[in-house]
T-cell receptor, first 113, second 113 residues
Framework: QKEVEQNSGPLSVPEGAIASLNCTYSDRGSQSFFWYRQYSGKSPELIMFIYSNGDKEDGRFTAQLNKASQYVSLLIRDSQPSDSATYLC?????????????FGQGTRLTINP | KAGVTQTPRYLIKTRGQQVTLSCSPISGHRSVSWYQQTPGQGLQFLFE???????NKGNFPGRFSGRQFSNSRSEMNVSTLELGDSALYLC????????????FGPGTRLTVL
């Protein structure tokens, strides 16, 4: 069983600053990684996915993957109060094409105006 | 495209009863995965169906079962409900290839009394 670790927080960041969320995973063979955002009482919403080492940018969000260190992170630039949510890191643990996400416990992020 | 739909959105049951939850994936998606989310255990994988076949299964007792129909709609069933089954049940749809992004439905909130 693959494991995904996240700092549960809460992480508090002032509005306009960069929020940095981190995640480590146990299986060196993992290939696909996802960040989801979940508002209280809502279902997870995909923010980004990343498969290759390095950075992937989408608007204010940047995902970073370092397979050698088994580490994936999410940076949120120009943080807004609407970014306040729980951020979930997930790794696909499926075999032979199957879809099975293993999630971390999530990091609760609060953006302070 | 319409998103993932789940019915019902809320359910209240008593111990010992059984329950059936339904999920309709995004049009064209052939994979449906089910997850249980609780405050203590976080998001945990239940099972995945692809083309009416269960492709992967998580570590849940046999009381949890599912199926998928030819139109890709899926149902999950929980028999002999226990208090600990109270949770948010989420289904996620994807095209079905390894590493595909999974998109979550709004969830069904099950309360067992």
């Amino acid at each position: 069983q693959k494991e995904v670790e996240q700092n549960s927080g809460p992480l508090s960041v002032p509005e306009g600053a960069i929020a940095s969320l981190n995640c480590t995973y146990s299986d060196r063979g993992s290939q696909s990684f996802f960040w989801y955002r979940q508002y209280s009482g809502k279902s997870p919403e995909l923010i980004m996915f990343i498969y290759s080492n390095g950075d992937k940018e989408d608007g204010r969000f940047t995902a970073q993957l370092n397979k050698a260190s088994q580490y994936v992170s999410l940076l949120i630039r120009d943080s807004q109060p609407s970014d306040s949510a729980t951020y979930l890191c997930a790794v696909n643990d499926g075999i032979q094409g199957a879809q099975k996400l293993v999630f971390g416990q999530g990091t609760r992020l609060t953006i302070n105006p | 495209k319409a998103g993932v739909t789940q019915t019902p959105r809320y359910l209240i049951k008593t111990r010992g009863q059984q329950v059936t939850l339904s999920c309709s994936p995004i049009s064209g998606h052939r994979s449906v995965s089910w997850y249980q989310q609780t405050p203590g255990q976080g998001l945990q994988f239940l099972f995945e169906y692809f083309s009416e076949t269960q492709r992967n299964k998580g570590n849940f007792p046999g009381r949890f079962s599912g199926r998928q129909f030819s139109n890709s709609r899926s149902e999950m069933n929980v028999s002999t409900l226990e208090l600990g089954d109270s949770a948010l049940y989420l289904c996620a749809s994807s095209p079905g290839t390894f590493g595909d992004t999974q998109y979550f439905g709004p969830g069904t909130r099950l309360t067992v009394l």
